[in-house]
């Protein structure tokens, strides 16, 4: 089974600065999509960036990017210029592009703070 | 566009009760997964739902089951309530299931806690 890893319990980082968020996952597939959502105290969660393994390139969407690293399995979330509005809860997920199922693998999440 | 509806958002419930939670997809979606939230566990998948009949099942005992409607709305009922079933429910749709593009919209949640 895909188990996703995520070392970081808690990070925190000052308004306007830069924060990294680490997952690593273990996986046998070759075919599969990696995802960030985040949850802010409204519980909702909501989809951040999202990565095809069969793609190099990095995903970027505005001021997020990861570093997507296949060979090591990893895959964080590189935060830019962070704001207030971005201290939540982030949670790296794993889903198979080889069996059809549409679950997600979570990992235990990050909890952000935003000093101001 | 509507996002994806869940109800009831709080509920209580005591132990050998049973409760139903429901969850309105984002028009046109017609796959529906839930997920129960805990902070021991954490996310943890349940079942998923496409064109009325159950695609897959995580490793929940028989107690959790779930239905799908024509019209793609989905309940998931929990019979029996221990207090480890308080959690968050979290149910998502999306537009298709085969699909590698496939991206999951989450509801608010049911926040259900067992007295």
């Known amino acids: 089974a895909q188990t996703v890893t995520q070392s970081q319990p808690e990070m925190s980082v000052q308004e306007a600065e830069t924060v990294t968020l680490s997952c690593t996952y273990d996986t046998s597939e070759s075919d599969y999509y990696l995802f960030w959502y985040k949850q802010p105290p409204s519980r909702q969660m909501i989809l951040v960036i999202r990565?095809?393994?069969?793609?190099?390139q990095n995903a970027t969407e505005n001021r997020f990017s990861v570093n997507f690293q296949k060979a090591a399995k990893s895959f964080s979330l590189k935060i830019s210029d962070s704001q207030l509005g971005d201290a939540a809860m982030y949670f790296c997920a794993y889903r198979s592009g080889e069996t059809g199922a549409n679950n997600l693998f979570f990992g235990t999440g990050t909890r952000l703070t935003v000093i101001p | 566009k509507a996002g994806v509806t869940q109800t009831p958002r709080y509920l209580i419930k005591t132990r050998g009760q049973q409760v139903t939670l429901s969850c309105s997809p984002i028009?046109?979606?017609?796959?529906v997964s839930w997920y129960q939230q805990t902070p021991g566990q954490g996310l943890q998948f349940l079942f998923e739902?496409?064109?009325?009949?159950?695609?897959n099942k995580g490793n929940f005992p028989g107690r959790f089951s779930g239905r799908q409607f024509s019209n793609s709305r989905s309940e998931m009922n929990v019979s029996t309530l221990e207090l480890g079933d308080s959690a968050l429910y979290l149910c998502a749709s999306s537009l298709a299931v085969d699909s590698g593009a496939n991206v999951l919209t989450f509801g608010a949640g049911s926040r259900l806690t067992v007295l």
């Open positions: 028009s046109g979606h017609r796959s």
């Open positions: 990565q095809e393994a069969y793609k190099q």
């Open positions: 739902y496409f064109s009325e009949t159950q695609r």
